[in-house]
């Protein structure tokens, strides 16, 4: 059974990077496409952006200029950098696996990490 | 970008009662809406793809319909477990969006 597990700070101080790693743990990372969401405290679900197994990446507008993500085939995980953080970005970050069947759609995700940006 | 208005933001049913849901884009999606189930402090988690196919082990009371711009999530007869918030989610343009969700409680 595939599981999704995100890592990362807890606590980032306002204008510094952000860095999350996603293992993918009872599966391979090929052939799937993976995204980065995340929701705000109270708030509904936005989509980040996904790469693919082989490395081609597709980002949310709204984030492109601070967004690089990145897969590691040979650790089965794949990683998310957000730069120039806000208080706008502490939101709750998940992982998720696009279906094979419908690539934009997710139907194994991570449990979610809180992300928190303050000083 | 696409926007996907769901309604209503909240629905107060009790068990045992039906439940349906709705979901308008602003522009054809075709067929290409999902629908998650979100509990408290849980992720989401798939229950529709693609306007009407359950995903795996998603119980026969939940079913989806609908195409182009309007769609609907209908549970036929609430469980304890289905009291959720509920997101609808477009794959036809990117940037892939949600919409705001609709609160089923209990009432």
């Known amino acids: 059974q595939v599981q999704l597990q995100e890592s990362g700070p807890g606590l980032v101080k306002p204008s510094e990077t952000l860095s999350l790693t996603c293992t993918v743990s009872?599966?391979?990372?090929?052939?799937?496409?993976w995204s980065w969401l995340r929701q705000p405290p109270g708030k509904g679900l936005e989509w980040i952006g996904y790469?693919?197994?082989?490395?081609?990446?597709n980002y949310n507008p709204s984030l492109k200029s601070r967004l690089i993500m990145s897969v590691d085939t040979s650790r089965n995980h794949f990683s998310l950098e957000l730069t120039s953080l806000t208080a706008a970005d502490t939101a709750v970050y998940y992982c998720?696996?696009?279906?094979?069947?419908?690539?934009?759609?997710?139907?194994?995700w991570g449990q979610g990490t809180m992300v928190a940006v303050s000083s | 970008e696409i926007v996907l208005t769901q309604s209503p933001a909240t629905l107060s049913l009790s068990p045992g009662e039906r439940a349906t849901l709705s979901c308008r884009a602003s522009q054809s999606v075709s067929s290409y809406l999902a629908w998650y189930q979100q509990k408290l402090g849980q992720a989401p988690r798939l229950l529709i793809y693609d306007a009407s196919n359950r995903a795996t082990d998603i119980p026969a009371r939940f079913s989806g319909s609908g195409s182009e711009t309007e769609f609907t999530l209908t549970i036929s007869s609430l469980e304890p477990e289905d009291f959720a918030v509920y997101y609808c989610?477009?794959?036809?343009?990117?940037?892939?969006?949600f919409g705001g969700g609709t609160k089923v409680e209990i009432k």
């Open positions: 009872g599966g391979s990372i090929s052939p799937y496409y």
């Open positions: 989610q477009q794959r036809s343009n990117w940037p892939l969006t």
């Open positions: 790469i693919y197994y082989r490395g081609n990446t």
């Open positions: 998720a696996r696009g279906m094979s069947v419908a690539r934009g759609t997710f139907d194994i």
